[in-house]
């Protein structure tokens, strides 16, 4: 897959069908767009392409400072590239693509820059000033300049509409469960392993931390079953998320046990995948009383982990 990280890199490319929206977390409703576009475009000779943003639309549209990532850049694109996309145009949005006319957008953008054939987007994309255009206005462009336009109606499971904003939430109450179900995977926190306070080593329980990653969507305080990736290999393992409030005032942080494991992780990457929560982060009385609630966290999630045949 090739990656176009600017307007400007886009030149002379092969005609393509191409994905139109913000694929903020790449959910199932996002799979089904990006799926079909790889499909019509194999069928057709073309290239497939998905056009994206590399920054959030929302920190234009609304002022808001930020918003909370799904997938970290290389992930996404990764998650893309794995669906058998070509091109991927990961563009910054400037407010001049911003204030462009949806006439301007069409035709400077996607007709001379991405020589569109075809593009598949969702119900709700709007592109253009004021977000003034619309599935509805690609079509009438599409009848006029020559390209199709086929548009996703709202994606549904279990009656509930897939989307970003509704996997964020999942996110930050900790239902994991749901998550994947809504994104087709598990999600995950990754970084690189920093010192903690080595209490966990003391008391039988060596952990592997994280600083959460204020740009991303975080879980809610407390403990899950996971599986921790490292050097391209999964173990199963248990986390806590939170500001460990037994003993003193932190910030909030991942740390990870992983189970039967002995190798040294500070400086290494890991990737973290959240599968269940199994409590809420609390304050116990002392030491001794949260060493013997982490055992039996452990013990839960030894058994999960040997249902599913990883210890």
Known sequence: MKIFNSLEEVNNIEPTVIALGNFDGVHRGHQ???NRTVKSAEAGGLKSAVFTFSNHTRTLLEKVPTVKNINYPEEKAAIMEGMGVDYLFNIPFTPEILNMS????IDEILIKKFRIREA???FNYHFGHKAEGNPEVLMRAG???GFGIHIQEP???DDIVVSSTYIRKLI???RMEECAKFMGRLYSIGGEVVVG????RTIGFPTSN?????????PSNGVYITYCIYNGVKYPSITNVGVKPTIGTYNKNVETHIFNFNKELYGKQIKVEFVKKTRPEMKFNSVEELSNQIKNDCIAAKAYHREKGML
Not at 197 to 200: A, M, R, S, V, Y
Not at 210 to 218: K, L
């Open 32 to 34: 089904e767009i990006i």
């Open 172 to 174: 930050e109450e900790g």
């Open 143 to 145: 009848m006029k300049k």
């Open 155 to 157: 994606f549904t499971i």
């Open 197 to 200: 306070n080595k209490l966990g």
């Open 120 to 122: 598949y987007c969702g």
């Open 210 to 218: 994280i600083m959460i990653d204020e740009t991303m969507a975080s």
């Open 102 to 105: 949806p006439e301007a957008f």
